[in-house]
């Protein structure tokens, strides 16, 4: 049925219908046509646009807000990723300098290996006698210099578990730098022994 009457106690629209059965004992039931009598200057009409001018202030200013939030989590990403890559880069300048460390050295053992093989084939016993007081220095500094260098080295993985979303709001996750160095060094029976005082050096053989 349509609607044709408006009841005052309840401020509702009604149908005939309601108008006898629901509304029967309110006190004042009216045709539309008649309650709606100066509706334009009415306090319903005020209240309602007061109303709706409310709700819609309200949402526009979600929609800023939500807005912001939206360019602070790009903004956010940006920086996150700028640090992961900032952390790489170090990671990587540590491995880098840790590696040349290294390769130095080994070219410096293999330099001894190959002096002290040159010379049991081609130097005299007191040549090859000169030279391996001068490489047990060498050794022994290097022995020392490994027992001190593997702990400090690590086995760097940058790997990233994420969290729910709900608790990513107050974090993202973690990141994990490293582990231990699985490499050991087993030193010789002289890794523990002092490094002997200065000795005479032996010159490279030209020959």
Same mark, same amino acid.
């Given at each position: ?8 106690? %309840?401020?509702?629209? #009604? #149908? ?6 629901? %509304?029967?004992?309110?006190?004042? $039931? ?9 509706? &334009?200057?009415?306090?319903? =009409? ?10 819609? &202030? ?22 996150? =990723? ?19 460390? $290294? ?17 049991? &084939? ?5 040549? $090859?006698?000169? =030279? ?32 729910? $979303? &709900? ?13 231990? #160095?699985?490499?050991? %060094?087993?030193?010789?029976? %002289? ?17």
């Amino acid at each position: 049925m349509s609607l044709e009457f408006y009841c005052s106690n %309840h401020e509702s629209l #009604c #149908c005939r219908t309601c108008s006898v059965n629901t %509304h029967r004992t309110c006190g004042k $039931i009216l045709p539309i046509d008649v309650a709606a009598r100066g509706i &334009k200057s009415s306090v319903m =009409l005020y209240d309602v646009t007061t109303n709706l001018k409310g709700l819609l &202030k309200t949402a526009e200013k979600l929609v800023e807000d939500r807005t912001k939030n939206k360019e602070k989590i790009a903004k956010s990403k940006a920086t996150t =990723l700028q640090t992961i890559d900032n952390f790489k880069r170090q990671l990587i300048q540590e491995a880098e300098s840790e590696l040349s460390d $290294i390769e130095i050295r080994c070219k410096a053992i293999v330099d001894l290996s190959e002096q002290l093989e040159f010379l049991t &084939k081609h130097g005299s016993e007191s040549q $090859i006698l000169m =030279l391996l007081n001068t490489i047990r220095v060498d050794i022994s500094k290097q022995e020392n210099d490994f027992q001190n260098l593997i702990p400090s080295y690590e086995c760097s993985d940058v790997s990233f578990k994420a969290s729910g $979303i &709900k608790s990513a709001l107050k974090s993202l996750g973690s990141m994990k730098k490293s582990v231990p #160095c699985s490499i050991e %060094h087993k030193p010789s029976k %002289h890794a523990q022994a002092q490094v002997p005082p200065e000795c005479v050096k032996m010159p490279k053989s030209s020959n």
